[in-house]
């Protein structure tokens, strides 16, 4: 499973917007993630991935796998 297709999976279980419609560009506000729901997201990727990311800044899925694919 790619980077994405795990952010996506991850951010349809937190956020409950339908897998099919979330895109590398959707933005946090978008899949109904609060602060709360964008940590669990960071947390289940650096667990997933065996990454740190530190306070990391992103505001769609694809800055967040891009943050993960550098770690």
Do not use: C, W
Not at 19 to 32: A, C, G, Q, V, Y
Not at 36 to 44: G, I, K, P, T
Not at 53 to 68: H, M, R
Request: aromatic share 8%; proline share 4%; charged share 40%.
């Amino acid at each position: 499973m790619g980077i994405f297709d795990f952010l996506r999976k991850t951010a349809h279980e937190l956020g409950g917007v339908p897998e099919d419609e979330i895109r590398p560009e959707s933005t946090t506000k978008e899949l109904n993630l609060d602060m709360f729901d964008r940590e669990e997201l960071v947390l289940d990727a650096e667990e997933q991935y065996d990454v740190f990311l530190n306070d990391p800044k992103f505001e769609t899925l694809d800055d967040l796998a891009k943050l993960i694919d550098v770690a």
